[in-house]
């Protein structure tokens, strides 16, 4: 579905909570529907207070679309060994359609070790290299697809429509898990992309070519007003916790937002924005492991 933006100077807020939850609507009824019981398990290493908020949201997303919802929590201390042994057991365990392994790993654990040796019909972070290839060779419809770039693309769409032929995109951040699977997608819908990252000299310049930024780095506020062509849709993907001006914590994006918001033409906040539709994508595609499971030809 397609809305237009507001013809209004405001800019459109993009509630990704509101669209999140809409989605996980929409999961819990196919899984009704269907009568399936799609399996997600969810592993921890370590005890990172952010990651443990992370993982129980998660858990509790899976159990409100009607999934069986496995929580690993594993020590700090935990050998590769023994995560590659918990990784094989779901990896033969029918009652599990979808792992996800929570990243960072402790420094012991050789994480690209551990995410291959996920089955790719159960990668639901889409994060093996087959689904990565997937997608980066254009059969994506076969791809278990990354749950962030899933989600911010979703958002998009929700204000350009499904096919970008014509727009410029630019892309902040080249990680695996968020900006070079992002530009992969925007590049399959046809955009025209650029990737921006820390060697990149005048990514001001370059950035206000763009009628869609989609920011992934990691540096509160580096997006700033000068960046921005006027009625650019910018996506914050981005996660900072910085202390407010009240000394509590607090999340804001790799975006001004304040400085951003009166130029673009639709926004994300941060939070608000894209963190729920990770989680709700994360749901998507554990559903659709679920259905390829019961039906194998889909
Ligand atoms: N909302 C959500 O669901 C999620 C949010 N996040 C958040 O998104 C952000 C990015 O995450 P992630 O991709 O994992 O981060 P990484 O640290 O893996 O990657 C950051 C990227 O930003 C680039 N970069 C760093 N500084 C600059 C700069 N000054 N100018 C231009 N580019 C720069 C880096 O360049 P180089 O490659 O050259 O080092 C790198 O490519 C974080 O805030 C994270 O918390 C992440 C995952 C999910
Ligand atoms: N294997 C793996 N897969 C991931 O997808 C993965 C990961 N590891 N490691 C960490 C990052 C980060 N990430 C977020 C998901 C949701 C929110 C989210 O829901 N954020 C809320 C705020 C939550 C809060 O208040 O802390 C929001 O933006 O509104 C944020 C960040 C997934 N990641
Ligand atoms: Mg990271």
Same mark, same amino acid.
């Given at each position: 579905?397609?809305?237009?933006?507001?013809?209004?100077d405001?800019?459109?807020?993009?509630?990704?909570?509101?669209?999140a939850?809409?989605?996980?609507?929409?999961?819990?009824?196919?899984?009704?529907r269907e009568?399936?019981t799609?399996?997600?398990?969810?592993?921890?290493?370590?005890?990172?207070?952010?990651?443990?908020?992370?993982?129980?949201?998660?858990?509790?997303?899976?159990?409100?679309?009607?999934f069986?919802?496995?929580?690993?929590?594993?020590?700090?201390?935990?050998?590769?060994?023994?995560?590659?042994?918990?990784?094989?057991?779901?990896?033969?365990?029918?009652?599990?359609?979808?792992?996800?392994?929570?990243?960072?790993?402790?420094?012991?654990?050789?994480?690209?070790?551990v995410?291959?040796a996920?089955a790719?019909d159960?990668?639901?972070?889409?994060f093996?290299?087959?689904?990565?290839?997937?997608?980066?060779?254009?059969?994506?419809?076969?791809?278990?697809?990354?749950?962030?770039?899933?989600?911010?693309?979703?958002?998009? %769409?929700?204000?350009?429509?499904?096919?970008?032929?014509?727009?410029?995109?630019?892309?902040?951040?080249?990680?695996?898990?968020?900006?070079?699977?992002?530009?992969?997608?925007?590049l399959?819908r046809?955009?025209?992309?650029?990737?921006?990252?820390s060697?990149?000299?005048?990514?001001? %310049?370059?950035?206000?070519?763009?009628?869609?930024v989609v920011?992934?780095?990691?540096v509160?506020?580096?997006?700033?007003?000068?960046w921005?062509?006027?009625?650019?849709?910018?996506?914050?993907?981005?996660?900072?916790?910085?202390?407010?001006?009240?000394?509590?914590?607090?999340?804001?994006?790799?975006?001004?937002?304040?400085a951003?918001?009166?130029?673009?033409?639709?926004?994300t906040?941060?939070?608000?924005?894209?963190?729920?539709?990770?989680?709700?994508?994360?749901?998507?595609?554990?559903?659709?492991a679920?259905?390829?499971?019961?039906?194998?030809?889909?």
């Amino acid at each position: 579905m397609t809305i237009a933006p507001s013809s209004s100077d405001k800019p459109r807020i993009l509630d990704g909570k509101r669209t999140a939850s809409a989605l996980v609507d929409e999961v819990r009824e196919t899984v009704e529907r269907e009568g399936l019981t799609p399996g997600l398990a969810v592993v921890l290493v370590g005890d990172d207070p952010a990651s443990q908020v992370y993982v129980r949201n998660k858990g509790r997303r899976a159990e409100a679309c009607g999934f069986l919802s496995r929580q690993y929590d594993l020590p700090a201390t935990t050998t590769q060994a023994d995560l590659l042994a918990l990784i094989e057991s779901l990896n033969s365990d029918p009652d599990i359609h979808g792992i996800l392994v929570q990243l960072p790993l402790p420094a012991q654990i050789d994480a690209d070790r551990v995410i291959q040796a996920i089955a790719p019909d159960k990668d639901v972070d889409g994060f093996h290299y087959l689904n990565v290839g997937r997608l980066a060779t254009g059969t994506i419809d076969a791809a278990l697809l990354p749950c962030t770039p899933k989600g911010a693309l979703h958002l998009i %769409e929700q204000v350009l429509g499904a096919d970008l032929s014509g727009k410029r995109a630019v892309v902040i951040g080249r990680s695996n898990i968020v900006g070079k699977p992002m530009a992969s997608l925007l590049l399959a819908r046809n955009a025209t992309v650029t990737v921006i990252h820390s060697r990149t000299p005048s990514p001001a %310049e370059i950035c206000r070519q763009a009628d869609i930024v989609v920011a992934a780095v990691g540096v509160p506020g580096l997006v700033t007003g000068d960046w921005i062509k006027p009625g650019a849709v910018v996506i914050d993907v981005g996660i900072n916790r910085v202390e407010g001006e009240d000394g509590k914590g607090k999340l804001v994006g790799d975006v001004d937002f304040d400085a951003v918001a009166p130029l673009a033409s639709a926004i994300t906040p941060v939070p608000g924005g894209v963190g729920p539709m990770t989680i709700a994508m994360l749901m998507h595609n554990t559903l659709q492991a679920a259905r390829r499971r019961s039906a194998p030809s889909s």
